[in-house]
């Protein structure tokens, strides 16, 4: 479906609620289905397709398991599989899935004893995965590509003959899921000590059952990217000050940029603060998923960035730096990449546009939900493929018309400008 969107008609002020944490969610099920829970909810379609899994039991007859767009599903059941005696399945996904790159993670557990097979390109799945007792030992990996390939080494290793330990080389992506990760075991009985580069895992006392929610703070991104643009008044319920997710840290960020953060209680009030930085500086190597907010923010309220560590982002849902680069050139605003694609940069130089935006999603849930509030700079853009969002937040849109926004059909004609 696609969405033409227009701007709340009053100063915005609103409370939303946003989904629960799925990197939460997702190591809470792959760690309690091997403490012996069978049994998994999920809330959006990445848990919702992980939930489904488990809950069937992973194949012993080399059936297929089906992930779909789910890419931390991808990277989770790709370790579970290969470490889980007597599991025999192909492992495979959308299109998309299939040319996202898996051998960094494929290569470690085949170093643990793993048996699997490419049955397509090199390096990418489809997998064939046929399940067996791993080694454990010592492994180094290469963490520059995905937190994901560490943590999914992380929580398998109680089903490892031995204690575990890894070395993570390069600079690493995303480290505080990798800390994520570390804590949620130490909570489930597991001894994990975890240095910069190297982490090492016992689980010989077994690991136990638990339960960790918080509202996540990816989702949250999207609300202080529009109170930003909005200059208006956003409480979001059931954000955690002290969160085990790294994104926390966007509230820091957004504080140079128009919105400042206060805690009441269980809430997160957004506040606007006419007060703006000139340049914004930014290392979001432990942040990836803030960068579209972050990016189209900026280009609204006209604030010229320079974000380093996004280099990941090439291999997400999308390459989503050529589609920042492509969709905000429909603004106006020309982007440019440095050091081989790692860094994005906006010097602040615009071009004139003649037509309406309609943007492209991509399939790509951040890029749709990030795209979104340039209607209140541009009133009657249109969202492509709006439907993407239910990838991790599937009551986005009715949540925006909550807070006062429009959607309407792109056919219907744009309404007449008073004179």
Not at 10 to 38: C, D, F, Q, W, Y
Not at 157 to 177: D, H, K, W
Not at 317 to 328: M, N, P, V
């Given at each position: 479906m696609d969405?033409?969107?227009?701007?709340?008609?009053?100063?915005?002020?609103?409370?939303?609620?946003?989904?629960?944490?799925?990197?939460?969610?997702?190591?809470?099920?792959?760690?309690?289905?091997?403490?012996?829970?069978?049994?998994?909810?999920?809330?959006?379609?990445?848990?919702?397709?992980?939930?489904?899994?488990?809950?069937?039991?992973?194949?012993?007859?080399?059936?297929?398991?089906?992930?779909?767009?789910?890419?931390?599903?991808?990277?989770f059941l790709t370790a579970l599989c290969a470490a889980t005696a007597g599991t025999d399945c192909l492992l495979e996904g959308s299109e998309r899935m299939h040319n996202r790159p898996i051998g960094h993670l494929v290569g470690v557990l085949r170093t643990l004893g793993a048996d699997i097979e490419y049955v397509g390109k090199e390096g990418f799945p489809p997998l064939r995965i046929r399940g067996r007792k791993l080694a454990g030992g010592s492994v180094e990996i290469d963490a520059t590509e995905s937190s994901q390939y560490v943590?999914?080494?992380?929580?398998?290793?109680?089903?490892?003959?031995?204690?575990?330990?890894?070395?993570?080389?390069?600079?690493?992506?995303?480290?505080?899921?990798?800390?994520?990760?570390a804590e949620m075991m130490s909570r489930r009985g597991a001894v994990v000590d975890f240095n910069r580069d190297r982490i090492e895992i016992d689980c010989s006392a077994g690991i136990k059952e638990g339960?960790?929610?918080?509202?996540?703070?990816?989702?949250?991104?999207?609300?202080?990217?529009?109170?930003?643009?909005?200059?208006?008044?956003?409480?979001?319920?059931?954000?955690?000050?002290?969160?085990?997710?790294?994104?926390?840290?966007?509230?820091?960020?957004?504080?140079?940029?128009?919105?400042?953060?206060?805690?009441?209680?269980?809430?997160?009030?957004?506040?606007p603060d006419p007060d703006l930085y000139g340049f914004l500086n930014a290392d979001l190597t432990d942040m990836p998923d803030t960068v579209p907010a972050l990016a189209v923010t900026c280009c609204l309220i006209g604030v010229p960035f320079r974000f380093t560590g996004v280099g990941a982002l090439h291999d997400k849902?999308?390459?989503?730096?050529?589609?920042?680069?492509?969709?905000?050139a429909k603004l106006g605003c020309m982007l440019d990449t440095e050091n081989y694609g790692t860094t994005l940069v906006w010097d602040g130089r615009r071009v004139p546009v003649t037509a309406m935006p309609e943007f492209d999603t991509y399939g790509d849930h951040r890029m749709a939900m990030a795209l979104a509030?340039?209607?209140v700079f541009v009133p009657g853009i249109v969202v492509r493929n709006a439907e993407v969002v239910a990838k991790s937040y599937p009551g986005f849109w009715t949540q925006l018309e909550s807070a006062g926004f429009r959607l309407a059909d792109p056919s219907d004609p744009l309404p007449e400008i008073e004179q």
């Open positions: 969405y033409r969107i227009f701007p709340p008609e009053e100063i915005l002020e609103t409370s939303v609620t946003v989904p629960p944490s799925k990197s939460i969610a997702a190591r809470a099920m792959i760690l309690n289905h091997m403490a012996g829970r069978r049994e998994f909810v999920g809330d959006c379609d990445d848990t919702v397709v992980l939930a489904a899994i488990l809950n069937a039991g992973l194949p012993s007859d080399g059936s297929s398991v089906n992930v779909g767009h789910a890419g931390t599903a991808m990277r943590s999914a080494l992380m929580m398998v290793s109680p089903l490892l003959e031995a204690p575990l330990t890894i070395r993570l080389l390069g600079n690493v992506q995303s480290m505080p899921y990798i800390t994520m990760t339960d960790e929610s918080e509202a996540d703070w990816s989702a949250a991104t999207f609300w202080y990217e529009i109170a930003a643009v909005a200059a208006g008044w956003v409480t979001v319920g059931g954000l955690a000050e002290d969160s085990l997710q790294g994104d926390r840290k966007v509230a820091e960020i957004f504080s140079h940029i128009g919105v400042n953060t206060e805690f009441n209680g269980s809430d997160a009030e957004l506040v849902e999308c390459d989503r730096i050529e589609a920042l680069r492509s969709e905000l509030p340039v209607s």
